[in-house]
């Protein structure tokens, strides 16, 4: 069964509040989304790797990326750069599976990719990398209103591996019912989809805050030894 992987690499990154969009801040010796690609590359060499990117991205064109690369154009939320990125491999290519991973995550490692994409195939069932909340969570405004046990909390990350067929449908209808869709299997979820969860390490952090640039410099550099 043939794999394809989709990057929703088209948003501005506004809570990082960096000069340029975050996928394209140097990390060590490339960039992060330079790191991403290489390693889904390293994961399953050459499969089809779909980024969607914005319109007047003038940094995409600077990178230096593998030919089996494809960009599509991205859309106004998330899910929007993802649907249009499906809908290109619908048309364009046999693929049974898609791997959804934001280009905002260098830090994923190969093998956790590879024991998601095991797990679903050998179970014929769509999954995501996640980790454990390890944190004490309350819920609460100003005062602690309940500790919610946390034994069946997970963090979900990318990539989110589905079928195409059936992540094309579910994110089409979701999105056309106004659903709110922050991740893929949120539309899964919202379709009536069974999602596994796959443990992950706790370290695949989506870059968000200026914060984040000196830890994942760290862990990245860590990574390469
Ligand atoms: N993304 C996308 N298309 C959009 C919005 C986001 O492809 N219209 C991508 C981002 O490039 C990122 C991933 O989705 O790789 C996760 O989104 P997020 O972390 O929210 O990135 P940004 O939207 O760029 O950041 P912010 O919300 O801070 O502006
Ligand atoms: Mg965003």
């Not at 599509?72 to 249009?84: I, M, P, T």
Request: hydrophobic share 45%; glycine share 4%.
């Amino acid at each position: 069964a043939s794999i394809a992987f989709v990057v929703p690499a088209a948003g501005v990154g506004a809570r990082m509040q960096a000069n340029k969009p975050k996928q394209y801040i140097q990390l060590g010796n490339k960039t992060v989304l330079e790191h991403t690609i290489d390693k889904l590359n390293t994961t399953i060499p050459n499969a089809l790797i779909i980024v969607a990117i914005s319109e007047d991205d003038a940094y995409f064109p600077e990178l230096d990326l593998p030919s089996n690369v494809i960009t599509v154009l991205g859309g106004k939320e998330r899910a929007d750069s993802v649907l249009n990125a499906l809908n290109y491999l619908t048309i364009n290519h046999v693929v049974d599976w898609v791997l959804v991973h934001d280009a905002a995550r260098p830090l994923v490692l190969p093998n956790d990719i590879l024991k998601l994409i095991s797990t679903c195939q050998s179970n014929q069932c769509g999954g995501i990398l996640a980790s454990k909340v390890r944190d004490t969570i309350k819920q609460g405004s100003h005062f602690v209103d309940a500790t919610v046990p946390r034994e069946t909390l997970w963090q979900a990350q990318t990539p989110q591996m589905f079928l195409l067929n059936e992540l094309t449908s579910a994110l089409t209808n979701a999105l056309n019912a106004h659903v709110a869709i922050t991740d893929e299997a949120s539309a899964i979820e919202w379709a009536g989809g069974k999602v596994q969860l796959i443990e992950s390490r706790a370290d695949n952090i989506k870059l968000t805050t200026p914060d984040d640039i000196a830890i994942a410099e760290f862990l990245i550099a860590k990574q390469t030894l």
